[in-house]
């Protein structure tokens, strides 16, 4: 199985800009669909972002013209660019590996790392 591990989380105002980065125990070259998640108190678990082995992409609504997802196979690291966040933006974000198709659930998941946006 994948070990993920997450970082890059924080305290930002709303408005601000983090990078969240999950780094992987292996080569992501294998792995086609990389995505991030998050998970906000008494909420389920949603998708934000995925993107496949050949680049595609796809975004949450309340994310998209904010958020970019990239992944780079030679460090074995997906990337989280997360701009212009609101208080909303709160939660745990989680990286998900998919062997396959992006579908759920995910083959394996970080840790989480935390995301806090004040107003």
Do not use: H
């Amino acid at each position: 199985q994948v070990r993920l591990v997450e970082s890059g989380g924080g305290l930002v105002q709303a408005g601000g800009s983090l990078r969240l980065s999950c780094a992987a125990s292996v080569s992501i070259f294998s792995i086609n669909c990389m995505g991030w998640y998050r998970q906000a108190p008494g909420k389920q678990r949603e998708l934000v972002a995925a993107i496949t082995r050949g680049g595609s992409t796809n975004y949450a609504d309340a994310v998209k013209g904010r958020f970019t997802i990239s992944r780079d196979n030679a460090k074995n690291t997906v990337y989280l660019q997360m701009n212009n966040l609101k208080p909303e933006d709160t939660a745990v974000y989680y990286c998900a590996a998919t062997a396959s198709i992006c579908s759920w659930p995910p083959n394996s998941w970080g840790q989480g790392t935390q995301v806090t946006v004040s107003s």
